[in-house]
């Protein structure tokens, strides 16, 4: 195959970022942009690209080999379920589609996964290098889990939500934004949530929205999990502060985001301090202290190769539309959990 026609559906924040990335690599190109907004014709001119203001005007135009929807959390299955019925293969950031009914948005995503099975067109983002190493060396050190601590606490500024004023609203706060991305962290390293219960706020910036929710976890194993989502808190208890794998935010490598107990032992994330026990395991008894060596990769770059050799028909999808669909049930049962008050189950039946 030639150089991989890429075509991005979002000009924002990571669309932005995913354009960047295209531009950057040998095997592929920028096909076109998708995005109706004025500031999506001045970076198609800038990048030499056509821009259209839907998926339908692109594939009426041309038909990529590939897409990437970057788009808000609205248009996500309706772009899934767009790249599918072309035949075109689609990396979707967060299979997420904004309804009043949550059945109705299960079922719309499980029109995407039946057409992306019968198809093998869909793929979705790849678990980070360093927590997919997390997970290995769950299994192999610190013995069955037992529980697992985790935070996504961060500032976002005013001009992310000027920028974007759908964020301020049902729909766009940290849970189906933000916590969509841990959920599928924390069944990576985890195994499968089985029940969740939140508590909501939006007491800080009042938005229709929550902007901190306090959640607790119950995995299909036995262990339990807490987790403080938050996009109002001064703090770097997040991934994006702690692993230094993007340079557009501030790092901090002294703190974690993520603490896996075990029977044996525990391991902090991203830093990847590990302590275990050598020999009797009592409080009494010091751990053995040391940091697992992981290789640094910029996830997005790594996502792209992946998502380039899918294309090629050299790799199958990491993430099938199928892990995507329970990672929206469990993000969803978030979101009714914290609306409710009460526990939620997120197991497919």
């Known amino acids: ?34 995005d109706p907004a004025p ?17 339908a005007d692109l594939f009426a135009s041309e038909r990529p080999h590939g897409v990437i929807a970057a788009t808000p959390n609205s248009l996500h299955v309706e772009n899934g379920i767009d790249c599918v019925a072309h035949g075109v ?30 198809r093998r067109t869909s793929s979705a983002p790849q678990p980070d290098p360093g927590k997919r190493h997390a997970r290995s060396s769950t299994e192999g050190m610190l013995g069955r889990i037992v529980a697992v601590m985790g935070s996504a606490m961060y500032y976002k500024p005013d001009s992310y939500f000027d920028e974007g004023p759908w964020r301020r609203e049902p729909g766009g706060g940290p849970i189906l934004i933000n916590m969509i991305h841990e959920v599928d962290d924390l069944r990576s390293m985890c195994g499968e949530i089985a029940e969740v219960q939140a508590l909501a706020s939006n007491a800080i910036r009042g938005f229709p929205v929550e902007d901190t929710v306090a959640l607790n976890l119950r995995f299909a194993n036995g262990a339990l999990g807490t987790f403080l989502l938050s996009d109002t808190a001064a703090t770097a208890r997040s991934w994006e502060q702690t692993s230094g794998e993007n340079s557009s935010y501030a790092s901090y490598p002294d703190e974690d985001c993520y603490v896996i107990a075990g029977v044996s032992g525990s391991l902090a994330v991203p830093s990847m ?20 060596a992981v290789q640094r990769i910029d996830p997005l770059s790594r996502q792209l190769e ?18 995507a669909l329970q990672t929206l049930r469990v993000t969803l049962a978030i979101d009714e959990s914290a609306r409710t008050g009460r526990p939620v189950a997120t197991i497919i039946p």
């Open 1 to 34: 195959m030639k150089k991989i026609r890429i075509a991005v559906a979002g000009a924002g924040l990571i669309g932005r970022r995913h354009i960047e990335l295209i531009r950057q690599r040998d095997d592929c190109e920028l096909a076109a942009i998708v």
């Open 39 to 55: 500031a999506a014709a001045a970076l198609a001119r800038e990048a030499g690209v056509p821009v259209h203001k839907t998926l």
């Open 89 to 118: 293969p689609v990396l979707i950031e967060k299979p997420r589609r904004r309804l009043g009914r949550r059945c109705a948005t299960i079922d719309r995503c499980r029109r995407a996964r039946e057409g992306s099975r019968a």
């Open 273 to 292: 301090r590990l302590k275990v026990y050598a020999g009797e395991r009592s409080w009494w008894k010091p751990f053995e202290t040391s940091v697992v």
């Open 306 to 323: 992946h998502f380039c050799a899918v294309v090629r028909g050299e790799a199958t999808p990491l993430v099938s539309a199928r892990e």
